[in-house]
C-alpha cells in the first residue's frame, strides 16, 4: 500500500536512517530528511526519493539538545505542512569503560540519544493529534537490552528510549498514535565501521546468523511500523539482530 504521509526521519544523511528515507520514500511517504553535518548526502537522499515520483524536503539542525530538537521539529512540521509520522534515528556513541568516561560524553550521549527524541516526540505529538493519525519509531539498539561494556552512556540512552516508547504508547494509544522502538544488533554503518576489526570480528562470533545486518533490513522494518497496517502493534521493541539477544 503506497501512502503519503507527512514524516520525518532524523539522520537521514547516512547509514541507517538515508536507507529508512529512501524505503519510506520509495513507498511513497512524504519525507522531511533531516541532517546535521552531511548536507551534500542528505540532499543526494532527497533528489533520490523525488526522482522515484514521491516527495522529499530538507531539514537541517543540530540534535544534541532538547532546544535543537524543538527547532528541528519545528521547521519539518513547517516544511511538511504537518506530521503524521517521526522516525527518531539520529544517534551518536562515545565509548568509554565507566571509571574513565567524561562528564561530556555522558551529557552528549545523553542529550542526542534521548533527550532531542524526547523533544521531538512531544511537538510531534500536537501535529498527530491534530491529523487524528500518528506512527512514532524510535532506533534504539540491541544494547539497551542486554548491556555491553565500554557503552554506559549509549546503553542508558538506548533503554530510556524503550522507556519512553512505552509510556507515550500508553498515553496516546487512543488518538491513534503508536509508538515503537527498533532495537538493531550490529548492522553495517559508518558507526560500526569505525569499530577496531578485532572488536569487529569479536561481535561477529557471537551472531548467530554468522553476518551483520544491512541498512535496508532496518529500514524494512521500520517501514512497516511506519505503515497504517501496524496499527495494532504498541509499545513494542523489536530487536533486528541476527539472533543476537533472544528476548
Ligand atoms: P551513522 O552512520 O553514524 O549516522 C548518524 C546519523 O545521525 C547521521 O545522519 C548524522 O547526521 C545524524 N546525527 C548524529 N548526531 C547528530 C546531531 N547532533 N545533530 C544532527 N544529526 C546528527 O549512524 P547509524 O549507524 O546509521 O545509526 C543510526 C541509528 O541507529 C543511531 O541511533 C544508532 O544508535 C542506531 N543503531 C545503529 C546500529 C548499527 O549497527 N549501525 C546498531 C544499533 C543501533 P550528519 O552526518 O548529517 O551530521
Known amino acids: 500500500m ?3 504521509r507527512k514524516t520525518l526521519v532524523t539522520g537521514a544523511s547516512r547509514g541507517l536512517g538515508r536507507a529508512i528515507a529512501l524505503e519510506l520514500g520509495k513507498r511513497g511517504f512524504f519525507v522531511a530528511v533531516h541532517y546535521g553535518k552531511s548536507e551534500a548526502e542528505a540532499q543526494a537522499v532527497a533528489a533520490e526519493i523525488t526522482a522515484g515520483g514521491s516527495q522529499a524536503v530538507l531539514v537541517q539542525g543540530d540534535l544534541s539538545s532538547i532546544e535543537g530538537g524543538k527547532a528541528v521539529i519545528t521547521q519539518a512540521v513547517e516544511k511538511l505542512g504537518g506530521l503524521e509520522v ?3 534515528n539520529a ?3 562515545r565509548d568509554g569503560l565507566v571509571l574513565r568516561m567524561k562528564d561530556e560524553d555522558w551529557d552528549a550521549v545523553i542529550e542526542t540519544n534521548l533527550s532531542a527524541p524526547f523533544a521531538l516526540i512531544r511537538t ?6 491534530s491529523a487524528k493519525y500518528g506512527r512514532i519509531v524510535n532506533i534504539s539498539s540491541v544494547v539497551g537490552l542486554m548491556g555491553n561494556p565500554g557503552q554506559a552512556n549509549y546503553i542508558s540512552a ?3 528510549l524503550i522507556g519512553l516508547t512505552k509510556a507515550i504508547a500508553k498515553e496516546y494509544a487512543g488518538k491513534n498514535i503508536t509508538c ?3 532495537a538493531p544488533g550490529f548492522i553495517s554503518s ?8 578485532n572488536v569487529q570480528a569479536k561481535y561477529l562470533e557471537n551472531i548467530p546468523a554468522g553476518r551483520f545486518g544491512a541498512p535496508e533490513e532496518v529500514a524494512a522494518l521500520v517501514a512497516f511500523l511506519a505503515s497504517e497496517e501496524a496499527g495494532y502493534i504498541n509499545g513494542q521493541t523489536i530487536a533486528i539482530d541476527g539472533g543476537l539477544y533472544a528476548h
Open 91 to 93: 544517534g551518536i556513541t
Open 158 to 160: 538506548k533503554a530510556g
Open 180 to 182: 515503537n522502538a527498533v
Open 2 to 4: 503506497t501512502t503519503s
Open 190 to 197: 559508518d558507526m560500526t565501521d569505525k569499530l577496531p576489526e
Open 86 to 88: 517521526l522516525v527518531n
Open 124 to 129: 510531534a505529538l500536537r501535529s498527530m493529534m
